[in-house]
C-alpha cells in the first residue's frame, strides 16, 4: 500500500507490519510545509489506530532527512498572532501524536537534520544515523525560541548539557559525536542506512506486538515520573500481555523451539 498527502510532500508505505514514512520534499531538503506539518499529524491519528507494528520514518534524496521548517512560507502562514498560535497548534499535534504512537518508531537519518527535523527524530523510539549525518538545532540563528517541552524532549535523550550545547551554540554536530550523545543509537555506513532500518524494523516487527506496546507505555511512564495516569496505563497494558493469547503462542513455541507466530491478540 503506498499513499501520497500533502500534495506529495508525505508519503506513507506498508510493507506487511512495517509502516514507513517518507518526507518528500527534497528539492528543499525535506523541509516541512505547513501541510506536511498537517498530514504527519494525520498519519499518526491513522496509524494509531492501525495494526503496524513498526513505523519507520526517513527523508527522500541523499541529503537530508529533514532541514526544520521550511520558512519560506512563513511570510504567508505566521503572519499575524493568529497565524503564528494556528501553525504552532498544527506543529505541536504532529510532533506529539507522533511520539503518542502506540508501536515503536524508528528514524532513519541521512545528511542533514536540523531544527524541526531533530524535533522529528527525538520523538521517534530509535535514531539511526548515517556517517553523513549533520545534526543542529537552530533557533538562536534565526530569532525564533522553542518551548519547554521542545526542550524536554531534546534533553531526555541527549542530556541536558548535550542539549545546552546544541541550543546555544546552534552548531551542527556529526554522527560521531551524536552517538558519543546517545543521541543516535547507532551510526551506520552511508550506504547500509536503509538496510540496517529495514533490518532493526523487522526485528521489532517480528516480536510480540502487546509487549512492544506495554515497552512503549513503559518507557513513556519512565519520561513522566510522577505521573500516575502514565503509569497505571503501562501496567495495564502489561497485565493484557499476561492475558493474551500471545503469551500462551510465546510459551508453547519456546517449548516446542520454534519461532512464536504472534498475532497482537
Not at 501496567?235 to 519461532?259: I, N
Request: one cysteine or more; aromatic letters at 4%.
Amino acid at each position: 500500500m503506498s499513499r501520497a498527502l500533502a500534495e506529495g510532500r508525505l508519503l506513507l508505505d506498508r510493507e506487511g507490519p512495517v509502516a514507513r514514512i517518507t518526507l518528500n520534499n527534497p528539492d528543499r531538503l525535506n523541509a516541512m510545509r505547513l501541510a506536511m506539518w498537517q498530514g504527519l499529524g494525520d498519519l499518526a491519528v491513522e496509524l494509531a489506530a492501525s495494526d503496524a507494528r513498526v513505523v519507520v520514518l526517513r527523508g527522500a534524496g541523499d541529503r537530508a532527512f529533514c532541514a526544520g521548517a521550511d520558512i519560506s512560507e512563513f511570510p504567508q502562514v505566521r503572519a499575524t498572532p493568529e497565524g503564528v498560535a494556528a501553525y504552532n497548534r498544527t506543529v505541536a499535534r504532529a510532533l506529539e501524536g507522533l511520539a503518542a504512537l502506540p508501536m515503536p518508531v524508528l528514524a532513519a537519518i541521512r545528511g542533514h537534520c536540523i531544527g524541526g527535523g531533530l524535533e522529528i527524530a527525538v520523538r521517534c523510539d530509535l535514531r539511526l544515523a548515517s556517517e553523513t549525518a549533520r545534526i543542529a538545532f537552530t533557533p538562536a540563528k534565526l530569532g525564533l525560541a522553542i518551548g519547554a517541552d521542545e526542550v524536554a524532549a531534546l534533553a531526555r535523550i541527549a542530556g541536558p548539557a548535550a542539549a545546552a550545547e546544541l541550543l546555544y551554540t546552534a552548531q551542527p554536530v556529526d554522527a560521531a559525536r551524536a552517538e558519543r550523545w546517545g543521541l543516535v543509537n547507532r551510526r551506520v555506513p552511508e550506504d547500509m542506512l536503509m538496510d540496517e532500518a529495514d533490518a532493526l524494523a523487522r526485528t521489532i516487527a517480528a516480536n510480540a506486538p502487546l509487549t512492544l506496546r506495554a515497552v512503549k507505555a513503559g518507557l513513556a511512564a519512565f519520561a513522566r515520573p510522577g505521573d500516575a495516569a502514565a503509569a497505571s496505563h503501562a501496567d495495564a497494558l502489561v497485565k493484557t500481555c499476561f492475558d493474551s493469547a500471545d503469551y500462551r503462542e510465546g510459551q508453547r513455541a519456546f517449548a516446542e523451539k520454534r519461532r512464536p507466530e504472534f498475532k497482537g491478540q
